[in-house]
């Protein structure tokens, strides 16, 4: 499995750019896995040579989507991400944000789900910073791990 601390990723981006790679970064909850998640994953992944996933820590998925959030733990989601064929690292993270996971990255390539704008994205400054192109990602109609949950809970 290719999930890494923090602490070694900076080194890891220097050495792969140094070898001519292009770097793609992007970040999330990732707590269901589904169709959704696989098809913005492949489309960054595209992008570049090699894709590092951001992952929200279990603390900070409380914080942004509530008490009963995730439903799967960090650990658990970093080893799914890490087993699909687009990914090539992942890095937990506890901000709310993605801003210190990219300036540590420092991925010549950061994509985001097309239901952002530059002037809405939360990690738009320090993209900036860091010189990294920034790419909005088509999502795909209905498959989201919040409509996931809104079937489970509906009353049959």
Partial sequence: MNVIKIEEIKSLVER???Q???VVATNGCFDIL???HLEYLTASRALGDVLIVGLNSDQ???QLKG???PINN???RAVMLAGLKPVDYVVI???LEASNFLKTAHPDIYTKGADYQAKTLPEF???QEIGARIEFIDLVEDKSTTSMLEKLNAPS
């Fill in 16 to 18: 792969l750019q140094a």
């Fill in 125 to 127: 400054k320090a993209s």
């Fill in 60 to 62: 900070s998925v409380r």
């Fill in 67 to 69: 008490p009963d959030r």
């Fill in 74 to 76: 960090q650990e658990d």
């Fill in 93 to 95: 993270f506890d901000e």
């Fill in 20 to 22: 001519g790679k292009q």
């Fill in 34 to 36: 589904h169709r959704g």
